[in-house]
């Protein structure tokens, strides 16, 4: 499983879309496309080159959040026929996964869709494994140190989101949020608890950038 971050929005809302590709197939997903004109050369400049076969659009949550789902209809001009999997309420929609529901990428990534509700209804964290390899992509659900706002449900829902389903998940799954929020998340963090572990991720936030696929499920418990 390669997993590629494609930032979006930098020094603005700070995005990331992902594309996941299954190494043995060269079948792949991008999640979250939102701004296709920072993400279609990307894809195309792979595809031509033979590196990869874009098989699915995938949405972690719905259109009214413009910056995740937004740019399904214009990366359907570039690649057509594309499935798009996400909540129901998400742009162009083809297939909605039930909540525990699988599927495959290519001929190695499981894949799954593990419901969410809290940050919207629809919030969908995919939960990818390739043998030893496993990541967890949150959208607005998770980030680095942090969650998501509440807007569409309760503190109650974002506990069983974060406490119940995503805390089931091995220790060793990497984190992949929507956001790049460390820095902020962290700063706030200090404020409430100076551990150690606390004081070891606002040091790798003020000296890296991305903090994507650094930090595991384990870490945010």
């Known amino acids: ?3 590629q971050s494609i930032p979006m929005w930098t020094g603005s809302s700070n995005n990331y879309a992902y594309l996941v590709v299954d190494d043995k197939s060269k079948n ?3 999640i979250d496309p939102a701004n296709p004109s920072e993400v279609t050369p990307v894809l195309k400049e ?3 080159s033979g590196k990869i076969n874009l ?3 995938v949405n972690t949550h719905h259109y009214s959040h413009w910056d995740h789902a937004g740019g399904n209809k214009k990366m359907l001009e570039h690649f057509s026929g594309k499935p798009v999997i996400g909540g129901k309420d998400c742009e162009a929609v083809s297939k909605t996964p039930k909540n525990g529901e699988t599927f495959e990428i290519g001929q190695g990534i499981t894949v799954k869709a593990l419901y969410t509700p809290c940050h919207t209804q629809d919030s969908i964290c995919y939960f990818m494994e390739d043998g030893n390899d496993r990541a967890v992509f949150t959208g607005d659900t998770l980030f680095i140190g942090g969650c998501g706002r509440f807007f569409e449900g309760t503190a109650a829902e974002m ?6 389903t995503l805390a089931a998940l091995p220790d060793d799954t990497k984190v992949y949020p929507g956001h790049e929020y460390t820095k902020q998340n962290v700063k706030f963090c200090m404020t409430v608890s100076q551990t150690e572990p606390i004081k070891k991720l606002q040091s790798f936030a003020e000296s890296n ?5 650094k930090f595991t499920i ?3 418990k």
Not at 159 to 164: E, F, P, Q, S, V
Not at 209 to 213: N, R, S
């Open 1 to 3: 499983m390669h997993i």
């Open 218 to 220: 384990g870490d945010e």
């Open 209 to 213: 950038k991305e903090t994507q696929g």
């Open 28 to 30: 792949a997903v991008i």
């Open 46 to 48: 792979q595809i031509d």
């Open 55 to 57: 098989t699915a659009i």
């Open 159 to 164: 506990h069983t989101a974060l406490n119940k």
